[in-house]
């Protein structure tokens, strides 16, 4: 069985969307757990991959197409697993501020969140203080997340910081921060819990929170 | 060579039959696909002019007789005015100037070295130092000011630019009320609206940013400044592998197509509008999603633009002469150099971002500005190319000196010396030994001294004393709102 899983963390790695459902589907039939297959075959082969892209040694493009690899792989899986075993191992509300439309960096830190098996609500671009609490207040997650690619928006993330205070919510949640003029210095300022300086950093990020 | 005489044109990429598929091609996308305008005014003025619009999706099907149209209404030469008319900027075929960076928010300090915001400061001091750079044409609004209110932080980034040089200025808006404040700076710099109408002194541009869409902002401003009868920038910057294909082909397609959509929409608007097309498309970094502003790939798209502005007879801002570099370095040299050069020798008539500007479009620095300064010399060298003529020739001389003679001692020597050699001031030509004795000097530390030298001793023509408390006036009413 650990040589299934090697080959298909392989698959995973090597962005073999072709195969991988076909080598799954043998795993299960040989009598594989589905929770067994995820853990040892496919998150240790997004590992890597996760890695790889933060070292610098991965292309976005290749990193999507693992993504999706596993994906198609889950696909069979996750109607066997049970529900604590699906369950993503946190929620991510995720938006670029009001008045900024970039998003490049965040639909890319939603996908490396996706592959990294927490489930990510992408709120979309230009969005208001008042979105995000009310988007907070509907999916109760662990994580807010907040891109600026302007400095004139980023006191934006400052407002949204205040208004999650001011309707009580604040201490729900953990806030991070990130877009190209956005610093640590900044994040600490406005009372954020995180800065990312990149995706891959995010996903770290994101997990270290999580602990915290 | 004459710096104020450049032309381009020598560097082409593709033959006259691929241009002329190319813009094929644009009609086609612009006439089936169509593009995105999230503008309601932009979706009615499309819609009364015969193109096809779903109002749900906020997208155009452009029929090709209207970008045709608007092509043909296209003025062939723009003049782009200054304070002082020696240096006026005049944009058409394929004169070649070169100009600042726009628009980062960090500098790199030159007491600490270390990385900082813009201030106030910056925007008074970056445009004297380029007033007193010979090989810099003209001054776009560079810096922006991270400790004035906001809405005031344009606004200053202009009032700056006035007082600090008597060259071209040009500016990017963020909204329509700093394009309009501009514009009344400008009105009141040349003396009055109509003034400025014969002589504008202000250029203003609107971009194209994500695959066939034109933001809310960015079309918003379009439709003011055709009214206005301005000079108008219209561009695309796509980055190949985002938000176009990873091909430089398809990328220079969607950049030729979004700013041939942009130009029609503000050619209806304004048929008289003189339009100057834009070129500020990359190709994003695989690893990272950042934008490259130091490929050379950047060069290869715009070269193509400035070879389909050349095709369209429409002037063209062009991109030239960036670096991802963090400090005034290596990697800072030969991306500049390499990639000015190539967009230079395709006839691009704007260039901005030709200077000072490091790190992903997100740092100046005072030093870099000095050294592509001569950077910015030596391409004009190379554009000068080769003198042809008697004089040139000099086989009357060659014949006179003979065979194991030397020229040296020759009146003609001296005679074309300053126009057929050019004369850096930075780079060190001196032998090893004497470079040691003067104490090992890098050229960004000489650099440095000469910014400083520059800062601390050139004043440019003072704007008059009325002038410049009303522009001062302009920006206290916008910071009291």
């Known amino acids: 069985m650990s040589d299934f899983y090697a080959v298909l963390a392989e698959m995973v790695i090597n962005g073999n969307v072709e195969e991988i459902t076909g080598l799954t589907q043998q795993a299960l039939h040989e009598g594989a757990r589905a929770h067994a297959i995820l853990e040892e075959g496919l998150l240790p082969g997004m590992n890597v991959v996760g890695w790889r892209f933060k070292a610098g040694d991965m292309f976005i493009p290749e990193v999507l197409l693992s993504a999706s690899t596993m994906n198609a792989a889950m696909e069979l899986l996750r109607p066997l697993l049970s529900a604590s075993e699906a369950a993503p191992v946190g929620t991510v509300v995720i938006g670029t501020v009001e008045g900024d439309i970039h998003n490049i960096g965040k639909n890319l830190v939603t996908m490396l969140l996706e592959g990294a098996r927490f489930k990510v609500v992408d709120l979309g671009v230009d969005i208001t203080p008042r979105a995000f609490v009310e988007a907070v207040k509907e999916h109760k997650p662990d994580i807010l997340a907040m891109s600026a690619l302007l400095t004139t928006t980023m006191p934006k993330m400052a407002e949204t910081v205040t208004a999650l205070e001011e309707a009580g919510i604040r201490d729900r949640l953990k806030i991070l921060v990130g877009g190209a003029p956005v610093t640590q210095e900044f994040g600490d300022k406005i009372g954020a819990d995180g800065y990312a300086a990149n995706a891959a950093g995010a996903v770290e990020k994101a997990r270290a929170l999580l602990e915290k | ?481």
């Open chain 2, 1 to 481: 060579m004459d710096i104020w005489n450049l032309r381009g044109r020598k560097l082409r990429f593709l033959t006259d039959a691929q241009a002329d598929d190319l813009h094929a091609k644009s009609l086609e996308l612009l006439r089936t696909t169509g593009c995105v305008f999230k503008d309601e005014r932009a979706l009615r003025i499309f819609a009364e002019a015969g193109a096809q619009v779903d109002s749900a999706k906020q997208l155009v099907r452009i029929p090709s007789r209207l970008v045709e149209e608007a092509l043909s209404r296209c003025p062939k030469r723009v003049v782009l005015a200054a304070r002082n008319p020696r240096y006026d900027v005049v944009l058409e075929e394929d004169r070649v100037y070169f100009g600042t960076s726009t628009v980062p928010i960090n500098v790199l300090d030159m007491e600490t070295g270390k990385l900082r915001r813009g201030t106030r400061q910056d925007c008074l001091d970056f445009p004297r130092l380029i007033d007193a750079l010979p090989y810099i044409h003209f001054y776009k609004g560079t810096i922006y000011p991270s400790d004035v209110p906001q809405k005031a932080a344009v606004p200053w980034m202009i009032y700056g630019a006035y007082a600090g040089t008597e060259k071209q200025v040009s500016c990017t808006p963020f909204s329509i009320g700093e394009a309009l404040a501009g514009i009344q700076m400008a009105e009141i710099v040349a003396g009055g609206s109509a003034e400025l109408k014969k002589r504008p002194l202000i250029c203003f541009n609107v971009l194209c940013t994500a695959p066939l869409t034109w933001n809310a902002t960015n079309v918003g401003i379009m439709l003011d400044l055709a009214e206005t009868g301005l000079p108008t920038i219209i561009g695309s910057e796509p980055q190949a592998g985002t938000t176009a294909p990873v091909t430089i082909l398809a990328a220079t397609l969607l950049q030729n197509a979004e700013t041939l959509a942009g130009i029609t929409l503000a050619k209806i608007v304004n048929p008289d509008l003189p339009v100057i097309m834009g070129a500020i498309g990359s190709i994003s970094d695989l690893k990272t999603g950042n934008f490259c502003s130091g490929a050379v790939e950047l060069a290869l798209m715009n070269s193509v633009a400035c070879q389909m502005s050349q095709r369209y007879g429409i002037p063209i801002y062009a991109t030239g002469g960036m670096s991802d570099a963090k400090l005034p370095d290596i990697q800072a040299g030969y991306e500049k150099g390499m990639q000015l050069l190539i967009t230079a020798m395709s006839g691009g008539n704007y260039i901005h971002d030709a200077a000072g500007m490091l790190d992903h479009c997100l740092t100046l620095s005072y030093e870099q500005y000095v050294i592509d300064n001569e950077i910015c010399g030596m391409v004009g060298r190379a554009l000068s190319g080769i003198s042809f003529g008697d004089e040139f020739m000099a086989l009357d001389l060659i014949n006179h000196v003979g065979p194991t003679g030397n020229f040296l001692r020759e009146r003609h020597t001296l005679q074309y010396l300053r126009s057929e050699h050019f004369l850096p001031e930075l780079a060190n030509r001196k032998s090893r030994l004497d470079w040691e004795a003067e104490g090992c000097r890098d050229i960004a530390g000489l650099a440095k001294e000469k910014a400083r030298e520059i800062l601390d001793k050139h004043h440019p023509t003072m704007l008059s004393e009325d002038v410049d408390k009303e522009l001062k006036q302009i920006i206290e009413r916008i910071e009291a709102e």
